[in-house]
């Protein structure tokens, strides 16, 4: 489908923008149902930051928050490519709310997953989103920092 007919797939930043949480989160969108290679690098990160049961559950708990989504969601979420720099608008909104959830954020959280489920299912979408998010966050903690680019300092913010 056409971005420009769908805006959900609009390019609204690159994934480089986010942070390491969100950029979990998003990389687990793209693979999930489409790229077995990448799942696989994703679980055993998983498995590497919390271990093999916890790694286990929190996988299930990213397929039910997939299946609440498929079951309830206003629409299918557009995803980029697995391996494209760009960040959809529908992947932005996702990855928000997973950082929401990790951070205890629970209205903003609730807000975000009502922007993809019914809002008779955004709790329940933001409760799992927020179990996933904590064990990402738990998990980005446990891997190495991004090596930092330096960056020129300019009085112009864009």
Not at 66 to 76: I, K, L, P, S
Not at 115 to 120: G, S, Y
Not at 128 to 134: I, R
């Given at each position: 489908m056409n971005s420009a007919h769908n805006r959900g797939a609009q390019r609204v930043g690159l994934l480089d923008d986010l942070g390491d949480v969100e950029r979990l989160a998003v990389r687990w969108l793209r693979s999930w149902d489409r790229d077995p290679v990448g799942i696989a690098h994703l679980e055993s990160?998983?498995?590497?930051?919390?271990?093999?049961?916890?790694?286990?559950?929190?996988?299930?708990v990213?397929?039910?928050?997939?299946?609440?989504?498929?079951?309830?969601?206003?629409?299918?979420?557009?995803?980029?490519?697995?391996?494209?720099?760009?960040?959809g608008a529908d992947e932005a909104v996702f990855a928000h709310l997973i950082e929401a959830g990790a951070c205890g954020e629970q209205e903003d959280a609730a807000l975000l997953a009502s922007?993809?489920?019914?809002?008779?299912m955004a709790m329940c979408f933001?409760?799992?989103?927020?179990?996933?998010?904590?064990a990402l966050s738990k998990v980005a903690r446990a891997a190495p920092a991004r090596p930092q680019v330096p960056t020129q300092v300019s009085a112009t913010v864009h």
């Open positions: 990160t998983l498995t590497v930051g919390l271990g093999v049961d916890q790694a286990r559950n929190i996988k299930g990213f397929e039910d928050l997939m299946e609440v989504g498929r079951q309830y969601g206003r629409r299918a979420l557009c995803r980029h490519g697995c391996h494209c720099r760009c960040l922007l993809v489920v019914r809002p008779d933001a409760g799992l989103a927020a179990e996933f998010g904590m």
